[in-house]
């Protein structure tokens, strides 16, 4: 199809080029008629542009329209040459100081919590880095896309509203002036044509809803057939059903679907199919039937080519009009003008308000182009910012209404905007006097709602996914109230306080149909059947919590508006409790001589709800009375004597008597949505508008009526009048054996209604109840959280209220849960609190930074905080006791003093002193010192013993507080001294609790008592001191006193006794001890002497003698051979490890490793054809194997393994869940430890003891050896070359086979017997195949000749890692390393040493040849690397783990040792060479002791025969020292390396010196590995082999191009790796990411960028575009990372979220907590808080150590098994 387009769109091309944007212009200037000169311009040159085939070409679009269609207006608005027009208008304009630069999603954005005036005011990161706020407390977010930069708003900030960029610009604003009077008129004429035809243009074709034809004015002469099938975007439908449908609709492959889908995503929407009507309406019926069957299909348009053309081109010239306005605020203002005038046909017919209408008609690109455009016209010109939310504000109740319909997100909606507006607040303020927004969004709330009961109130219907999905779109109006209300008014105008009256008119009528929703009954008998819809009403509550709130604190600033409003509420709750009467019966109670009128009213029997915000409204206008005093100021204004009392408290009252049942056990049967009801209602989101406020309504009751009377009305309540007005109830009980369950009730009962009258009377730290500010209320909040436990920051300000009264340190702001940004302000309440009552606590490697209660503190701690669920308390009262008992203090809790209440709630405290206050302590008093089991409770007690505690604190405050003359009215003391009254005359209370001071089983309360009596005394004194006759000391306190001291002694005593007894018993076991040694002596020393032999061969024992060790060699020091016993973790037995044994296997862990990678972009092509035999010295990927350490049985680890693949079958027919380990790959976890495993090692003896023959006095020199090897290797390849020949040449080869001499004692016919047991052989077959399998990822094969190189490669790999590690983090080599290691590194190397047994001999010679060649030149290995290009370290372990079975066939009485000893020193010397040739360190003139010592003398000799060699391209060099510095510092790594490999290979043990750490141990390691200490001595003592050596090694193609500059090579010692640097401050990172641009996508933003922290790539995760195939399967970004970067394993950093990602293949990942911490010492994953990171060193080099130490696998597997639903993630799409 391209083929027949492109000469048409070359011959297009052609006419479009010819089209001058001058010419176009100039014709334009002369024209009469401007608008039909150009629409016929565009409707001649737009469709020949834009849309020309299926594919869009958007540079090759853009370049034309900008030439033919943009170019001519250009020319046109500046009159001469566009690029000289625009720079003169740039010239003369004044920059702006506002910023309104637009987020993009994903962007960073900072707050400052010190200095926003409410949470929506942001700064983009340009700006906050250039402002004062950097060194406050900011807080930074990413931006959901959408808002734009508030910096230059002075109404946004308290101070420094503009950063250094644009305070440039604020020097000159303080006029108003307009912006036009720097463009000249004609300009302005010209601009306003341009304008106002384009714009019309604009909105016209977007708003277009014909299909097929275009507005008149634009229609073309002759129409093609051409139709896109345009498919639009919604929430509805997934990715997956889009791509699916897209594939079956218009038959494309899946890359092409999801690239489609993925555009409509982002873009709102996408031609799928280009052709004729026919053939696109096809692909239509295809999308619509597919995706019609569960939600409504997809909306798709068959639309004409010219309506798409133009459509794309009208959004063109929106981002054109946008891009202009830029250069001038002149443009702007014209813009503006245009935009905003109103059109022929009145109301709503400017350009702004059609678009606005026609929002949610619009698809998502054209919406954000054109909310862009807005942003930077409307907003940024402040007069016209000013219309447009009048217009805004006018079409509210349509742009929701159209918003609430429409599904796409509230960012891509017009109504987004509201936050923009709303929150300014001079325009909010404007908004509500003069549009009355306030009721106008309140109505249109009210207006969603639509469904009610009989008695008017919201009911919801069951909460299915579309409700719930419409009620969310329904409370943004209510997060628009909150913006309007955000900033309080500073002076309120007549107007205002109208406005605001009408609008909480309108709110009082949404709080009315809430009142009573949402109605409960006791289920009595049966269970509920269908729990009842309750999320939907908390949800709303939830949400109107803030806005009751602010309601509240905007009544508090005017007098005025603060008693019309509770005038308007007592009527509107008067109202609703008209309706409420439901025929009760008035009723009349009476308990001691009181009686009180009510109504009868049972809440187990009759409807109650839970939901009343007009009461509790009323409550906190009452409270508002109350602390602004307006109560004493003007009575007369306020109805307070119409209040009635009863109504008052009746509902609140229900609603606590519900929760006191609830808890009773008397709900069970209404199942769980009452309990969540419940949970909710004392819970912090919703108290403080319900819970809390109902106690105020309470506290508000009480102190107008007879607490006497109150009570009663309580007792009747909680259904509890029976039995305190039952004289001897308590004796009727235990006689009769009444039901057992109804005691219970109501013993919870009672209980409850005791703990409300405590918070009754206690509750008083609300500003405006009792005499604090609001710090008060925060300092008890935290100290009664602090008291439970201590507590991280975050979980502090997570148990405290959303707005904890915030106005403590800010009046202004408000939390705001639609943002994340609701801790704001509380916060900064907090610090200065905390601060002032707790101590941090920093945290360590893991878990967080704690705050601890200062102990001062605890004296204000109350056992009934009111805010404590029952928990709580309980975890409370522990601590606090458990602190008492650590201080050595008496464990009573007593009730903290408390502030006074203020003058209206003064009378509550008359409640404790009450006639049936006092009954009813009595009543509780007498059960218990009656003690009959069911009646009373300790906790019922222990709630009076407080309330007692209570009214002695209270009289104790009025008697010190006391004025002169006064009389204190409070006489608690006198009433519980006296007696009951007749006729059954009980003792007084006072006396029931010296009764009980002594009672056994009270042991707990005893201390409180005690309290009680002290306090009383007190008080007695006090009332006696006051009272004119002082009157003697009272018996009652002597009494005590003695009492007292009588106690101390008795303690002492018990002590005393206690300790005594202790002893006796230790002496008793001491002697029992000895005895049992002295029977079983022999024992004991057999043990102590196995202890000795094992110290003895880890330490040094007197068996290995203290002179010098040697690890290898002939001199090998002789280690005495040790008896090893280890035990089956499976099968518990015990068993020595011998050679013909069965096999003991320890459970292990191969993974490929890219630790120590030089160069991680090698990739090996192709597998099976890869020889790995020499090592690169880049060490580009290695084979690592690890251990858990734990010992099992062969055979018992097979069985184990086949259960758990037994498992896995059974598994995969029931359920697909993953598991965290891959029995497909052999994987297992340890069944001890539960460890990641893949294969296991066997465990050996020493296996050179089992190979080492006869040893003979006289071993030859290295030239000897070398000669004698080299004559053998000729001697194999010889016969292995007639092995090859066929028979026909038989004769000749025999003839060969006499003139091949044979060396002496060589016999290449000889098999050795392999010495291993059955069980042994086949566990070093299996594990030698696991490493070759995950080694080079291919098939296991066991016969495959590169078995051993893979084993001897991973011992090499794996003794180099642990060798960086110990370097790293300078620990000596030999430091005691940990067990499971140390085994690890033992089993691999002695594995490693016996695999050649297993593994056919001609192989291993083989190899050994080639290596071997790559030293010592034969003839016929032409294809070796060169010394450059091998790890001399892989080289040595292969060479002296192969030479066994070359050796094996040597009779001529050569020692293993002395061929380990001479390979080991020829592999030195290599890479001595190795060395010089790559040592580039200039020489820096530090000449210290040049050329001073025979050392440095011999390095420099040695480096000129090597500048000769290479013929002189070597650099120069002249001083010894620094060539020996450098061959020192080089070689060092290599011989510790090589030490570790020895001592686990020949079992010598270290010596002493090298285990010491400090210092560098070069000698001491040269004597263990028999080196001599002046290493250049080898090339001395074998001048005339190494001489050729050296020249065949410095003659290689590859050394000659290194040096002359044209590759490179390693250079040593290698760097060990680190991660990545990252940046201090975590901002930095989050700036760094949000410029990332997926890389497929064409510069679109990624949205989970992710940081790799081993190599620094930024990757765009999780998502569709970045997908790439792995080994068949789409895999994420991440996932494809991991294989080319960390060979299967990724470390990374998800930038947005703070989280480090750890991957392992494609099933295993886990999330892991960051190494940045806040100032709180906690971590913020997801950056839900949003406080400022920093990074923390110690966790950073945690993570660092798990990946040296190749952990993360492992560190994995243990927290997939630790958490279950990581498993089920799909790691693979990261």
């Not at 010295?1177 to 259960?1203: E, K, N, V």
């Not at 949205?1647 to 970045?1666: E, F, K, M």
Request: hydrophobic share 35%; charged share 25%.
């Amino acid at each position: 199809m391209a083929s027949e387009l492109e000469p048409e769109v070359q011959g297009l091309d052609r006419s479009l080029l010819e089209c001058s944007a001058e010419e176009t212009a100039g014709k334009w200037l002369q024209a009469t008629d401007l608008t039909r000169e150009v629409n016929q311009h565009l409707a001649h040159y737009v469709p020949k542009i834009y849309c020309r085939g299926p594919n869009p070409f958007p540079q090759k679009e853009d370049m034309l329209a900008h030439q033919v269609l943009l170019g001519p207006m250009e020319w046109y608005l500046c009159g001469e040459d566009p690029e000289l027009g625009f720079s003169k208008l740039e010239q003369t304009n004044k920059p702006s100081h506002l910023c309104g630069r637009v987020f993009k999603v994903g962007e960073p954005t900072y707050s400052c919590r010190d200095c926003a005036v409410d949470p929506t005011c942001v700064l983009c990161m340009e700006c906050f880095l250039g402002s004062i706020h950097r060194d406050h407390r900011y807080r930074m977010t990413t931006s959901g896309g959408g808002g734009f930069c508030d910096c230059g708003d002075t109404e946004a900030w308290k101070e420094g509203p503009y950063c250094q960029k644009h305070e440039l610009n604020t020097s000159e604003i303080e006029e108003e002036e307009d912006p036009l009077v720097h463009l000249s008129e004609d300009v302005i004429a010209r601009t306003y044509n341009i304008f106002a035809i384009m714009f019309r243009y604009a909105v016209e074709i977007l708003t277009w809803e014909k299909e097929s034809e275009l507005p008149p004015d634009l229609e073309m002469v002759e129409k093609s057939d051409t139709y896109y099938c345009m498919l639009f975007n919604d929430e509805v439908h997934t990715y997956e059903q889009v791509i699916y449908t897209l594939q079956k609709a218009v038959n494309c492959t899946q890359k092409e679907a999801i690239g489609f889908a993925t555009t409509v995503d982002r873009d709102g929407r996408r031609s799928v199919r280009y052709g004729d009507f026919q053939y696109c309406e096809q692909a239509k019926s295809v999308i619509v039937r597919n995706t019609s069957r569960q939600t409504k299909p997809l909306k798709v348009q068959v639309m004409h080519s010219s309506i798409v053309a133009h459509q794309n081109f009208g959004l063109k010239l929106l981002s054109w009009l946008g891009s202009i306005i830029g250069y001038s605020d002149g443009l702007r203002r014209i813009l503006c003008q245009v935009g905003l005038q109103e059109g022929p046909n009145g109301e709503n017919s400017s350009l702004v308000d059609r678009l606005m209408l026609s929002d949610s008609k619009l698809w998502k690109g054209a919406r954000s182009v054109y909310h862009q455009l807005f942003m930077s016209s409307l907003l940024m010109d402040l007069k016209y910012k000013k219309l447009f939310a009048v217009r805004f504000a006018k079409n509210y109740e349509r742009l929701q209404s159209d918003y609430v319909t429409d599904d796409h997100d509230r960012e891509f909606s017009i109504a987004d905007l509201s936050v923009q507006i709303f929150t300014v607040p001079s325009l909010a303020r404007m908004l509500i006097t003069e549009e009355n927004l306030m009721t106008i969004i309140i109505k249109t709330f009210m207006d969603h709602l639509r469904h009610r009961d009989a008695q008017g109130r919201f009911q919801f219907e069951r909460y299915t996914a579309l409700q719930a999905f419409k009620f969310r779109r329904v409370q943004s109006l209510i997060l628009d109230l909150k913006y309007v209300l955000i900033s309080k008014p500073t002076e309120w105008s007549d107007d205002l306080r109208q406005k605001f009256l009408e609008g909480f008119d309108a709110f009082l009528e949404l709080l009315k149909c809430m009142q009573g929703m949402d109605p409960v009954t006791r289920q009595v008998g049966q269970h509920i059947e269908m729990e009842p819809e309750w999320e939907a009403a908390f949800t709303l509550q939830m949400k109107l919590t803030h806005v009751i709130s602010m309601m509240q604190d905007w009544c508090a600033l005017d007098e005025k508006v603060l008693i019309e409003a509770y005038k308007k509420c007592l009527a509107v709750l008067t109202q609703c409790h008209g309706g409420f009467t439901d025929g009760e019966q008035p009723v009349t109670l009476s308990i001691c001589g009181h009686s009180v009128e009510t109504i009868r009213y049972c809440v187990s029997k009759e409807k109650v709800s839970i939901h009343l915000p007009v009461s509790r409204l009323l409550a906190g206008l009452h409270v508002l009375v109350s602390k602004s005093e307006v109560a004493y100021k003007f009575p007369e204004l306020l109805p307070l004597s119409e209040l009635s009392p009863p109504m008052l408290i009746e509902h609140p009252l229900r609603c606590l008597v519900l929760c006191a049942q609830v808890h009773a056990g008397m709900w069970r049967r209404n199942g769980f949505s009452l309990v969540n009801q419940i949970y909710y209602y004392h819970n912090v989101k919703c108290r403080r508008e319900m819970f809390d406020k109902d106690i105020v309504m309470l506290q508000t009751g009480v102190s107008m009526m007879d607490p006497n009377h109150f009570l009663m009305i309580m007792l009747s309540r909680f259904e509890l009048h029976q039995i305190f007005s039952t004289p001897d109830y308590g004796k009727k009980i235990s006689s009769e054996t009444t039901h057992k369950d109804l005691v219970q009730q109501n013993n919870t009962l009672i209980e409850e209604m005791l703990y409300l009258i405590i918070m009754l009377v206690g509750e008083r730290f609300s500003p405006g109840v009792g005499q604090v500010n609001a710090t008060d209320e925060i300092k008890r909040e935290i100290i009664h959280q602090l008291s439970i436990k201590p507590m991280a920051h975050s979980e502090l300000v997570k148990s405290l209220p959303e707005d904890v009264s915030t106005c403590i340190l800010r009046k202004e702001n408000y939390g705001n849960p639609s943002l994340p940004t609701s801790l704001e302000n509380k916060e900064t309440g907090m610090e200065s609190v905390i601060e002032a009552v707790a101590h941090f606590k920093k945290p360590g490697l893991t878990g967080r930074g704690m705050y601890e209660l200062k102990p001062e503190c605890a004296k204000e701690f109350n056992l009934y905080f009111y805010h404590f669920s029952r928990a709580e308390q309980s975890k409370a009262e522990e601590a606090q006791r458990k602190l008492k008992r650590q201080n050595k203090e008496d464990t009573a809790l007593p009730p903290p003093v408390l502030p006074p209440f203020c003058p209206l709630f003064a009378s509550l405290v008359n409640i404790l002193q009450s006639d049936v206050m006092l009954l009813i302590m009595r009543t509780v008093l007498q059960w218990t010192v009656e003690h009959n089991g069911h009646v009373w409770s300790e906790s019922m007690l222990q709630r009076v013993l407080h309330l007692i505690g209570m009214a002695l604190q209270e009289e104790k405050q009025h008697l010190e507080n006391v004025m002169e003359e006064h009389v204190v009215t409070f006489t608690f003391t006198q009433k519980i001294s006296k007696p009951g009254e007749a006729p059954n005359n009980s003792p007084s209370i006072l006396a029931m609790l010296e009764t009980l001071q002594n009672a056994p089983y009270l042991e707990v309360h005893k201390d409180m008592i005690k309290w009680i009596l002290k306090t009383f005394n007190a008080i007695k004194k006090i009332r006696e001191s006051s009272s004119t006759s002082p009157v003697a000391e009272t018996e009652g306190t002597i009494m005590e006193e003695s009492s007292r001291d009588k106690d101390k002694a008795e303690r002492k005593r018990k002590a005393e006794i206690a300790r005594l007894r202790r002893e006796k018993i230790m002496a008793q076991m001491s002697e029992m001890q000895r005895h049992f040694i002295d029977e079983n002596k022999e024992l004991f020393q057999q043990t102590l002497e196995l202890d000795a032999s094992i110290s003895a061969v880890l330490d040094n024992s007197p068996m290995v003698s203290d002179m010098t060790r040697t690890a290898l060699g002939p001199a090998q020091t002789p280690v005495p051979e040790q008896r090893q016993f280890v035990t089956c973790i499976l099968c518990q037995e015990e068993q020595e490890v011998k050679v013909e044994s069965r096999a003991m296997v320890l459970a292990a862990f191969v993974q490929r490793s890219t630790v120590l990678s030089k160069n991680r972009s090698k990739f090996i092509q192709d597998p099976e054809k890869y020889d790995p035999l020499f090592m690169h010295p880049d060490l580009s990927c290695g084979t690592h194997t690890g251990s858990c350490g734990h010992i099992m049985h062969a055979h018992c680890w097979q069985r184990y393994f086949d259960s758990v693949q037994a498992k896995e079958q059974r598994r995969q027919q029931r359920l697909r869940l993953h598991t965290s380990y891959d029995v497909e790959n052999g994987e297992f976890l340890c069944p001890l430890c539960e460890c990641l495993s893949n294969t296991v090692i066997p465990l050996l003896l020493p296996p050179r003891n089992i190979f080492n023959r006869f040893l003979f006095s006289d071993q030859p020199n290295l030239t000897q050896w070398i000669r004698t090897i080299s004559q053998q290797i000729k001697a194999l390849q010889v016969l292995r070359k007639e092995d090859n020949t066929p028979n026909t040449a038989l004769s000749k080869n025999l003839e060969n086979v006499d003139e091949l001499q044979l060396p002496e004692g060589f016999r290449p016919d000889f098999h050795p017997k392999n010495p291993y047991s059955e069980s042994i052989k086949e566990m070093l077959t299996t594990f030698g195949t696991a490493t070759y399998k995950v080694g080079l990822k291919v098939h296991p094969n066991e016969e495959d000749p590169r078995v051993p190189i893979m084993c001897w490669g991973s011992c090499a790999y794996t003794i180099q890692s642990i060798e960086r590690i110990l370097n790293d983090e300078d620990k000596p080599l030999f430091s005691p390393l940990p067990c499971r290691l140390d085994d690890c590194l033992r089993s691999l190397t002695r594995f490693a040493a016996a695999h050649w047994t297993v593994a056919s001999l001609s192989v291993v010679q083989g190899h050994f040849c080639k290596l071997f060649a790559s030293l010592v030149p034969g003839d016929n290995h032409g294809d070796l690397p060169c010394i450059l290009d091998i790890d001399m370290f892989h080289l040595l372990v292969g060479l002296v783990l192969a030479f066994p079975a070359l050796q094996c066939q040597d009779f001529s009485g050569i020692s293993l040792g002395t061929g380990d000893l001479h390979i080991f020193h020829l592999v030195t010397m290599a890479h001595i060479i190795q060395i010089l040739l790559t040592s580039c360190t200039e020489e820096n003139g530090m000449d210290q002791e040049n050329a001073s010592g025979e050392e440095e003398l011999a390095v420099l000799a040695l480096y000129k025969t090597l500048h000769q060699y290479t013929g002189s391209a070597l650099k120069e060099m002249h001083s010894g020292w620094h060539l020996l510095r450098n061959v020192r510092a080089g070689i060092m790594p290599f011989l510790r390396c090589s030490a570790l490999f020895f001592h686990y290979l020949n079992g010598v043990p270290s010596p002493p010196e090298i285990q010491a750490s400090g210092t560098s141990h070069f000698e001491h390691l040269c004597n263990y590995l028999s080196l001599p200490n002046n290493f250049i001595c080898l090339f001395q003592e074998n001048k005339e082999i190494m001489k050729l050596l050296i020249e065949s090694w410095c003659h290689n193609i590859e050394v000659k191009r290194y040096l002359e500059g044209e590759r490179d090579a390693i250079s040593y010692p290698r760097e060990s790796n680190k991660l990545i640097d990252l940046p201090e401050d975590y901002s930095s990172l989050i700036n760094q990411a949000s410029n990332f641009s997926c890389p497929k996508s064409g510069g679109d933003k990624s949205r989970a960028p992710t940081l790799c922290l081993v190599c620094g790539t930024l990757l765009c995760s999780q998502s569709y575009c970045c997908q790439t195939e792995l080994e068949g399967e789409d895999v994420g970004a991440c996932t494809a990372h991991t294989y080319s970067c960390g060979s299967g394993v990724g470390i990374f950093l998800r930038v947005r979220e703070c989280q480090v990602l750890f991957l392992a293949g494609k099933t295993k990942g886990c999330f892991y907590s960051p190494p940045y911490l806040d100032d709180y010492g906690e971590t913020d994953q997801g950056l839900r808080r949003g406080n400022p990171l920093h990074l923390c060193r110690e966790r950073f080099k945690k993570i660092q150590k798990l990946w040296h130490q190749h952990s993360i696998t492992e560190e994995i597997g243990h927290a997939q098994e630790a958490n279950q639903t990581l498993v089920g993630i799909d790691w693979q799409h990261l």
